[in-house]
């Protein structure tokens, strides 16, 4: 949150420029985009008003429309979208930059916590190792090391 919300020029909109339309489909994405916009769904109505919402709105503030899709449904975020296009462009940025710090936070936390399946960051390595490390010291034998790793004496 403190690192975004200091960020330099121009990081807003290269962050802008590195996310993909809201219902935009692809292997282009990250696993994480697509996760995050799941609840978007497959309807080809819905993704046809989304797409000609991006357009307008794309049309107007010249960026993608930026949202935490995350546990949100095609309408509620095309029902913002709409209610957002009637901001102006200043603050419509402001709205874009908060969009993107909510998003950058439930990205960070999937990371590092371990009940996340796809956020099997540092924390979760670290913490999988010391459990390892426990068991194996208990048992009266080394730790065990993943597949194809040699100890380094």
């Known amino acids: 949150d403190a690192a975004w919300a200091v960020r330099g020029p121009g990081e807003l909109d290269a962050a802008m420029a590195g996310h993909p ?5 692809g292997a282009r994405w990250p696993a994480w985009s697509r996760q995050e916009q799941s609840g978007v ?6 993704l046809e008003a989304l797409r ?5 709105y794309e049309g107007q503030f010249g960026h993608v429309f930026l949202i935490c899709a995350t546990g949100r449904g ?3 975020i095309l029902a913002e979208l709409r209610r957002r296009m009637a901001n102006d462009r200043s603050t419509e940025r402001e709205v874009a930059a908060a969009e993107i710090g909510k998003i950058n936070a439930i990205r960070l936390r999937k990371l ?3 009940s996340e399946p796809e956020g099997r960051g540092v924390a979760w390595t670290e913490e999988r190792g010391a459990r390892n490390e426990r068991r194996a010291t208990r048992e009266g034998g080394a730790p065990k090391r993943p597949a194809g790793e040699r100890e380094t004496l």
Do not use: K
């Open 21 to 25: 339309r809201i219902g935009e489909r």
């Open 41 to 46: 769904g497959s309807d080809p109505g819905a």
């Open 52 to 56: 000609d919402a991006n357009v307008a």
């Open 74 to 76: 095609p309408d509620e």
């Open 112 to 114: 590092v916590t371990p």
